[in-house]
């Protein structure tokens, strides 16, 4: 039964990231907003005291003043019974001036909070209003770039065919020609190149429904050490045209499993093709897997350049090259396998050194078959 990569598409992140922005903004707004009318009522409130305070100030002065002025003709016990009454009048004042300054403040936060309460659902309503207008692009976008990308791949594969089979007509009709080594070499150039643009088209293809999330998995039971020496029969040519030693490592004994025959294949085939393009002439690649407790393990091993160990992660991201002028493909084989794996419930990971080889490893869960 067919399965998919379980995972949101780049696009439908990018507009959730962009709803979560856009909240977190309008809550900054908000909380802004609150703390600046929180400080204009505090510095009212402080005017206001500081009013209060000026007042009494002011008042005990005077009280003073009279003290002072009977001081000489009134006892002193009447004295301070006069500035008791006098500091009770004033303290008065004050309490009745911080009231209402405090009054004042709750009446103005209470208004504020309730401005903001009416506030903030229309602006969570403004984004969320955003978030479906852009999720109604992003997916108007998908649907027109994967129906323009499925039209496109099909004609142009239908050329490519028409191409490889045109030469090989040519190459059928050569028997007798003159130049017939020559013919026959640009005619076998054709084909490489076709199959090459034909591989190109298909890791696009593949691209596109992983960000879809529609990568397809046929898995059904199937022997491991098969799938292992037809992927290195594929590429034997290809590793002995670099003058590259390509070969299973041991004697790789049946083992059945459960797996996408095609897709699996089609990870081997990208990790064995990225070794010969980084091993230099006269080096060796080696395929072997084994089986580790309930997982399964596969491994190309070479002996070419190496990776830097700060590239380890990179190498399995989209469009990786090796350096900016780098031109031996789009950089996606990796990538793809990695998606491959992983949809299949297992990691892949490489091992490397400048220098000293690389060695790619991916795993893969393992249930017995009965």
């Not at 402080?46 to 001081?71: F, G, I, P, Q, Y």
């Not at 596109?208 to 029969?233: F, H, N, P, W, Y």
């Not at 390509?246 to 897709?263: M, S």
Request: net charge negative; proline share 3%.
């Amino acid at each position: 039964m067919p399965n998919t990569i379980p995972q949101e598409s780049p696009e439908r992140e990018k507009t959730d990231a962009g709803l979560r922005d856009e909240r977190e903004r309008a809550d900054r707004e908000i909380t802004a907003t609150r703390l600046a009318t929180e400080k204009h009522a505090d510095a009212v409130l402080e005017h206001a005291r500081k009013n209060a305070d000026a007042v009494l100030a002011t008042a005990r002065e005077k009280a003073d003043e009279k003290t002072d002025e009977k001081a000489d003709t009134t006892a002193p016990h009447a004295i301070q019974t006069t500035v008791t009454e006098d500091r009770q009048a004033e303290d008065v004042t004050l309490r009745g001036e911080r009231a209402a300054a405090d009054k004042s403040v709750r009446r103005e936060r209470h208004a504020t909070s309730l401005m903001l309460n009416r506030l903030l659902p229309h602006e969570r309503d403004a984004t969320d209003q955003y978030l479906l207008t852009e999720r109604a692009r992003s997916d108007d976008a998908l649907a027109t770039r994967d129906d323009f990308l499925g039209m496109v791949s099909h004609d142009l594969r239908d050329l490519l065919n028409g191409i490889v089979v045109s030469s090989q007509f040519l190459a059928q009709k050569l028997e007798k020609h003159s130049e017939r080594d020559q013919l026959l070499l640009e005619t076998t150039r054709i084909e490489r190149y076709g199959a090459r643009m034909n591989r190109l088209i298909g890791d696009l293809v593949d691209v596109a429904s992983i960000d879809a999330g529609k990568l397809a998995m046929q898995k059904a039971q199937g022997d491991v050490a098969t799938l292992v020496l037809e992927a290195v029969d594929a590429l034997q040519a290809a590793a002995s045209a670099r003058g590259v030693s390509l070969a299973v490592r041991g004697e790789q004994a049946p083992f059945l499993a459960e797996f996408d025959h095609d897709r699996l294949l089609q990870v081997l085939a990208n990790l064995i093709a990225n070794s010969i393009k980084f091993t230099p002439r006269g080096g060796h690649i080696h395929v072997h897997y084994q089986r580790m407790q309930d997982v399964l393990e596969f491994c190309v091993d070479d002996t070419g350049d190496g990776i830097p160990i700060a590239m380890l992660e990179a190498v399995f991201e989209r469009f990786w090259q090796v350096g900016k002028n780098d031109r031996r493909g789009l950089g996606l084989g990796l990538y793809i396998s990695r998606c491959i794996v992983e949809a299949h419930g297992g990691s892949i990971r490489a091992e490397s050194s400048p220098g000293h080889g690389t060695r790619m490893f991916f795993t893969l869960p393992f249930r017995a078959i009965a």
